[in-house]
Structure formats: C-alpha cells, structure tokens
C-alpha cells in the first residue's frame, strides 16, 4: 500500500498492484479515481482489505505453482525475432520503412501486415522521443521493428534497443572492425559490451529477454560505400552479424551513378549481385530497400531475404496522387524516383 499526502493534509492511498488511488467509498471511486481521504478517518473497507489479500494470495500461489513446474520459464517467455528467425531459416520477408514522426501511422502500417518495420533514425523527420511513442505502437501486433539507426554510435544503438527495438539497421559500414562494434553494441558480455538497461525492451521481450537477447536481435550491417565494397568479404564474415542490407541510392553515389535506388544501370546491377552472391555464398541473411512493388518482386525473385517493399510517405503520396488524377481525369504527378 501506498500513501500520498496532498497539500491540504489529505491523504491518497493506493495499492500498487492492483487498483488505482481509492478512497473510502464506491460512490467516490466511480467519480474520481483519486480521492481525498481525511488523515484522522483513513480506513479501507474490510471488503476491499480482503479483495486484495485474496487477489495477492492467488497470484503469489499461482507463481510458485509455475515456477515449481517449469525451472526454465523465464526462457521460456521470451518473444522470438520472428524476422530473423525466417531470414536464418532461408525463408523471405516483407517489409516497410517509417519516416514519419506519427504514432497512428506507425499503428495502421503495422495492422497492414508486415514482417517488420523499420522506424528510420538516419533520413526520416522523427527522433528518439518519436521512436518511444512508435515502438509500442507497432507492438500491438506481431510485425517486429526494427530502428535504423543514425550511425554507428554505440550509445544510441544500445538506447533504442533499450527501447524495445529488435534489431538495428547500420548504415555506413565500411569493414570488419566497424561491424565488429556495431554488433558489440548489441550484444550482453561476454559476447559483447552492451551495457544492462532494458527499461522497455524487457517488457517488450519478455521474462526471458535477459538470458535470450543476444540470440534475438538482430545486427544488420548496411553496405552502400566504395570501401564497403572493397571490404565486401571481411563484412559479410563477420561472427555475430543478422544480417547485411544494401542501400541502393548510396550504392549508387558510390559508384559515380545518380542516387536512384531503382535502377538497371549495369554497374549498379553488378554491385548488388555481387553483394547477393557473396551473403548467399556465406549463409547470411540479405535484404534491400526498393521504392515499390516492381523492384521488390524483382529482388526476392533474385533471391534476396528481406526487401523493403516502401516507405510510409511514399504509400501516402502515391495513393493520394493516383486517387486525385483519377477524380481529375488527369494524368497521375510523377515524383522523384528517390525511395522516399
């Protein structure tokens, strides 16, 4: 039982497992779940006294029965990384990026049906306080969501993974070592450095997110720069790493192409079979980011684990100018082939 005592003398009462501040009538409790009680009269009924200690009773008899039953229960309850349990599997998934700082639209994207989403740190109009509104969001069904991250800074990574992301997209990587710190940074030691804080994510995760984390998030490194390329073996070797995506529009400026994501330039082509063929060779899971349906059908045709099949705004744009060329009886507006 708590007590809290108000400016006047007051007092609010409250049990802090199970009601919130109630005070000495049912009458009372219906209007204001917070109601004053006088510290000279401060008494509970003994029907409510009894509720409790009847209620306290149950669950403490109902957590000996099933830590008595079950010794492994805290790893039992752990939530899978449903992604990535596909993408070691061999099997395929579909995704979307969210760049928008908006709570519902993160929500609805999730009820659509996606595998994961990816709540974008690095390009996106959104932030930290952003991301704390959109995990929970997208955590009201099974999509897993994933956070790219702004860079390869152990401390944010280590935060949103506090947060209650399952996995973390790191753009820039240029070779092993780089990779070798973005997945310390997600993983408990020994395995790593990460520091112990899962304020959220072990709500998120369950009891067993502790002793299971290290196996269920997943570490992507993304490959979009010269020196990733050159580097592309010792990247997509290195222990520990979930996954590598490529960053098409990078890539591209990388390769002295125009920044399109979408393209069938030659060079653009090579690099990213070249990119497939070795994660391929080495039993690593591959995804890619397109800007819509026809290249996202082309890419898990080619084989790739996980494409991300667009992006919140770009969803939002392209029905509304379809919708609105239709009603007009015009020619839909073309927008940059950007990915965004």
């Not at 009372?28 to 509720?51: A, H, N, Q, Y």
């Not at 490959?223 to 529009?249: A, F, H, M």
């Not at 591959?286 to 996202?296: N, P, Q, S």
Request: glycine share 10%; with cysteine.
């Amino acid at each position: 039982m708590l007590a809290r005592t108000c400016a006047n003398g007051s007092i609010l009462t409250r049990d802090v497992a199970f009601s919130p501040w109630i005070g000495s009538s049912a009458a009372g409790r219906d209007k204001d779940p917070f109601v004053e009680l006088p510290f000279d009269s401060l008494t509970i009924s003994r029907r409510v006294c009894e509720d409790l200690h009847g209620a306290s009773a149950a669950v403490s008899r109902r957590l000996g029965e099933r830590a008595a039953g079950d010794l492994n229960y805290e790893s039992t309850r752990v939530r899978k990384n449903t992604a990535l349990e596909k993408w070691r599997n061999g099997e395929q998934t579909i995704g979307a990026w969210l760049s928008l700082a908006n709570t519902h639209t993160a929500e609805m994207m999730a009820h659509a049906g996606f595998d994961w989403l990816c709540v974008d740190l690095q390009h996106g109009l959104l932030d930290y306080r952003d991301l704390l509104h959109m995990l929970p969001a997208i955590s009201t069904t099974d999509t897993v969501p994933l956070v790219r991250v702004s860079g390869n800074d152990p401390a944010e990574i280590m935060k949103v993974l506090d947060a209650g992301a399952y996995g973390v997209i790191v753009p820039l990587i240029n070779n092993r070592a780089e990779a070798l710190a973005a997945i310390s940074a997600c993983r408990y030691p020994p395995d790593g450095a990460r520091s112990f804080g899962p304020i959220r994510a072990a709500v998120y995760g369950g009891r067993g997110y502790a002793r299971e984390a290290n196996q269920q998030i997943a570490c992507i490194a993304m490959i979009e720069t010269r020196e990733g390329l050159d580097n592309l073996e010792q990247i997509v070797t290195t222990p520990g790493l979930g996954g590598i995506y490529v960053g098409p529009s990078d890539l591209a400026l990388a390769l002295g192409l125009p920044p399109r994501g979408d393209t069938d330039d030659p060079a653009h082509l090579e690099a990213v079979e070249k990119i497939l063929t070795t994660c391929k060779t080495h039993g690593v899971p591959v995804g890619i980011h397109t800007g819509g349906l026809e290249y996202a059908q082309r890419r898990l045709n080619a084989g790739f684990n996980f494409v991300t099949l667009g992006v919140d705004i770009a969803f939002l744009m392209k029905a509304a100018a379809s919708d609105l060329a239709a009603a007009r009886g015009t020619q839909e507006k073309q927008r940059p082939n950007t990915g965004y």
